[in-house]
């Protein structure tokens, strides 16, 4: 487990970067938080340290899956998938919807409100949960 702290959204890249230190190459991301507490803002910031252009992310309430590109040290592109479960009844839904070809494969896969698919994760999925603690502030832990 590691913990930290932000104040601002300018430190959001710092948080990434702990992130992807703490996660050693893991791909599979569930984050946990209340209304408000940050997880799109978070996974912006992600995305952006990846390359992806910034205005192609936004929350896919609706959609539930948006995918984006970036280009890997390699020079290659690979998917992004961004998940928002919010909307989703039951786990049902998820298989119906091919969750399983996302959370088995080699590519990053962001997953906001993942609680409905706990059953389904795989057993290295890095979690991350953010808690309010002021205004700006977050409580950030990597579990």
């Not at 959204?9 to 996660?23: N, T």
């Not at 990846?50 to 592109?77: D, H, M, R």
Request: some cysteine.
């Amino acid at each position: 487990m590691k913990e930290m702290t932000i104040n601002n959204p300018g430190e959001l890249p710092l948080a990434v970067q702990a992130l992807l230190d703490y996660a050693g190459g893991r791909k599979k991301m569930a984050f946990t938080g209340e209304i408000g507490a940050g997880k799109t803002t978070f996974i912006q910031a992600f995305c952006r340290s990846l390359g992806v252009a910034e205005a192609e992310v936004v929350s896919p309430t609706f959609a539930l899956i948006n995918e984006y590109e970036y280009t890997t040290e390699e020079g290659k592109a690979r998917p992004i998938y961004h998940m928002d479960l919010y909307r989703l009844e039951d786990i049902e839904e998820a298989l119906h919807i091919g969750i399983e070809d996302y959370l088995y494969n080699d590519d990053y896969c962001l997953i906001e409100w993942p609680e409905l698919i706990e059953a389904l994760l795989p057993e290295d999925t890095v979690r991350i949960k953010l808690q309010i603690i002021g205004d700006s502030s977050r409580k950030i832990l990597f579990l």
